[in-house]
């Protein structure tokens, strides 16, 4: 009769354990909790994230401005990271090119793709969003819109 005692015991701590971080988290029952056993659907164990990688459990992206409203781009996005419209790498910015009004009009980046041999293309600015806490452009440009830009010939760095 002990031995039964202290086994509800112990199952009732342990269902506690488990439901502790689920109600601290908002209140919800286990089942309705990432990562919990139960949910419909999810195979996850407890403490592990489901296989759902839907849209709301994506991370979101920082904000990002048009890379032609940016003041200062020169120093700013020298070597920073450039990303294609489906959010793949496509290279890293090379240099800088400004309009008489010192507003950024394009910007030559080197390709890094295994195919690309350090490629440079020119990407009109109008075409670039920056995301200053990742130091990071995207493009609208599909990879192979990309791929399709002439070699930028005069890919010598621009002052700065």
């Given at each position: 009769m002990i031995c039964k005692r202290i086994m509800l015991g112990a199952t009732m701590l342990a269902a506690?354990?488990?439901a502790a971080p689920a109600f601290a988290a908002g209140?919800?029952?286990?089942?309705?909790?990432?990562?919990?056993?139960?949910?419909a659907g999810n195979t996850a164990t407890p403490g592990t994230m489901p296989s759902d990688t839907s849209p709301s459990m994506k991370p979101a992206k920082a904000s990002t401005v048009p890379l032609s409203t940016l003041s200062d781009a020169k120093s700013k996005i020298i070597s920073a990271s450039v990303?294609?419209?489906s959010g793949a790498q496509v290279g890293?910015?090379?240099s800088v090119k400004?309009?008489?009004s010192g507003k950024t009009s394009e910007v030559?980046?080197?390709l890094s793709g295994a195919t690309d041999n350090g490629k440079v293309v020119r990407i009109k600015a109008s075409k670039l969003r920056y995301e200053e806490s990742g130091n990071l452009l995207t493009t609208t440009l599909s990879k192979s819109?990309?791929?399709k830009l002439p070699i930028e010939s005069s890919s010598t760095p621009s002052a700065m």
């Open positions: 506690i354990g488990l209140n919800a029952s286990p089942a309705q909790q990432p990562g919990m056993a139960g949910t990303e294609d419209s890293t910015v090379k400004t309009s008489t030559d980046v080197t819109e990309i791929d």
